[in-house]
């Protein structure tokens, strides 16, 4: 019988693990250079196994990384330049940010890393447009938009709710009335929130 080689490609199915299911695959960076057919292009690619990191020819790659940024936590990858961190500095950044404390000025930081919008979205203290449509009322409790058929969406704004660390979440609008907004628009801003960013402190 004749062997047929078979060259293995990127596809597009996600899969999902867990830290310990992680563990048994050789996965490829995400940042690996693939061709128009989803093919390594590199003779030999960066990849992890377990703890180690290795280079490895792409017949025993199992799977691929979405993001460069996964193999980090969401507060790690809000450190700029974290490549260039020292380990045990860039721990203690990790950790610092669990110390800040709402700010009644937050300023979003000048230099980003493009994760603030996404920490922001997920962290539910920012609030942004379900639907497109014309900012017809703005009060301290809420915001009303009508859609373009009519229909009104009314978004309430969290006013000096008190949270579990015994500070407060305090939302504010960043829109006025006959703004047009689109869909996923920030609409209100938080204690540690600037334009639906994430603001831990002051520039």
Known sequence: PRTIKVV???SDEVVYLSA???DKYVIAQANARLDENGQFIDEKVEARLESRYLREVPDKIDLMDVSPKQ???VAASLIPFLEHDDANRAL???NMQRQAVPLLCPEAPLVATGMEMEA???SGQALFAKNAGLV???TSSQ???TGDNSDKDSYPLMKFVRTNQGTCINQRSTVNIGDRVEPGQV???SSATEQGELALGQN
């Open 143 to 145: 915001i009303v938009i």
């Open 120 to 122: 922001a979205k997920y």
């Open 187 to 189: 609409l209100a801003d």
């Open 20 to 22: 310990d299911e992680e």
């Open 92 to 94: 203690m950044g990790s």
């Open 71 to 73: 193999i980090v936590s």
């Open 136 to 138: 017809t009322s703005v």
């Open 8 to 10: 293995p490609f990127v």
